[in-house]
């Protein structure tokens, strides 16, 4: 009974140590893995985090670059409210997202499934539609101020060639968003991309399906193509959307930051930035950033709400 005793004990003494070691090299493990990612996490921590969450106590006061500021509560937010160049960008930005975000998908959809054609050269033509992706945007902006120019511009050069007066583009009130949104679309080669590759991941079968139905072209884009790209369509919707309400570069390179002409063309973003490095009125800025982050939450809520009704997915 003694040995009994003895071995089990000996048994139990060799499974304690078995654990200890095994945790000892888990714990280590995670150690190397911290170290591995700190770099990282520090830098999250310091360049985002601490900025983020500063952010929302500087929206509450006077703080600006060189000074700390005093407390004020909520009278940034109310002169917003009374802000008249704050509307007018919002009224800006919104008109930019209500045209680009639809147009971008329906054209964007529209050449992916040209492009999704079998025919000869295809590469190249792909290549075509995205190289303007690769034009960066202040390169972009400078080219179409040239493109747009009613004195020698192409376009208006074009339209004086088959007898129509080409419009002051890019100054006029009327005409300048309609400009921006133009060449924005001149863009969305990336967009094109994605599509191409959900095209692509749809089964060949369910179109053969539909031949032996008798089905025509637009039925099979209808009740095959479109559904079943609802996924892309859906994940360009939310990306295209942020990406309009934070529109910034295009406008501010063509006006040189000055929203012309009479603020028709200054946006959100840029009259966010005018008050943090121009004006240095940091809290203020502070505080249009955070009702642009709860703005675009809640749009991203209301799309990903809806997206239970119109999404479909293979299998479901």
């Not at 040209?114 to 050269?121: A, D, E, S």
């Not at 009613?150 to 100054?171: C, E, H, K, M, Q």
């Not at 959307?241 to 929203?259: E, K, N, R």
């Amino acid at each position: 009974m003694k040995k009994m005793e003895q071995s089990d004990q000996a048994l139990v003494e060799e499974g304690m140590e078995a654990s200890i070691k095994k945790k000892s090299k888990i714990s280590g493990s995670s150690i190397n893995g911290w170290l591995f990612a700190s770099p990282w996490v520090i830098g999250l921590i310091l360049f985002y985090a601490f900025p983020l969450f500063s952010s929302i106590y500087y929206s509450f006061t006077t703080y600006s670059i060189l000074s700390p500021g005093e407390f004020i509560g909520f009278s940034n937010y109310k002169q917003l409210m009374v802000d008249g160049i704050f509307w007018k960008s919002i009224y800006n930005t919104v008109y930019f997202a209500i045209f680009f975000v639809p147009l971008s998908i329906i054209i964007g959809v529209a050449l992916a499934m040209l492009l999704n054609m079998r025919v000869k050269g295809m590469a190249v033509y792909r290549t075509i539609f995205f190289l303007p992706t690769l034009v960066p945007h202040v390169a972009l902006a400078v080219l179409w101020m040239w493109l747009l120019n009613p004195g020698f511009g192409l376009v208006n050069g074009v339209l004086d060639a088959i007898g129509l007066t080409g419009p002051n583009w890019l100054g006029s009130v009327t005409w300048s968003k309609p400009s921006l949104i133009l060449m924005s679309l001149w863009a969305i080669g990336q967009p094109v991309i994605i599509y191409l590759a959900g095209l692509g991941d749809i089964p060949q079968e369910l179109y053969e399906a539909a031949d032996v139905d008798g089905a025509s072209w637009l039925q099979k884009t209808f009740k095959v193509t479109l559904p079943l790209l609802t996924p892309v369509i859906f994940f360009n919707l939310v990306m295209g959307a942020i990406g309009a309400f934070q529109q910034f570069t295009l406008p501010y390179t063509m006006t040189q930051g000055q929203g012309t002409p009479d603020n028709s063309l200054t946006f959100y973003v840029m009259y966010l930035y005018d008050n943090a490095f121009k004006y240095s009125k940091m809290g203020y800025a502070s505080a249009m950033a955070w009702i642009l982050f709860i703005v675009i939450m809640l749009l991203t809520a209301v799309i990903f709400i809806s997206s239970k009704r119109w999404v479909h997915y293979q299998g479901k």
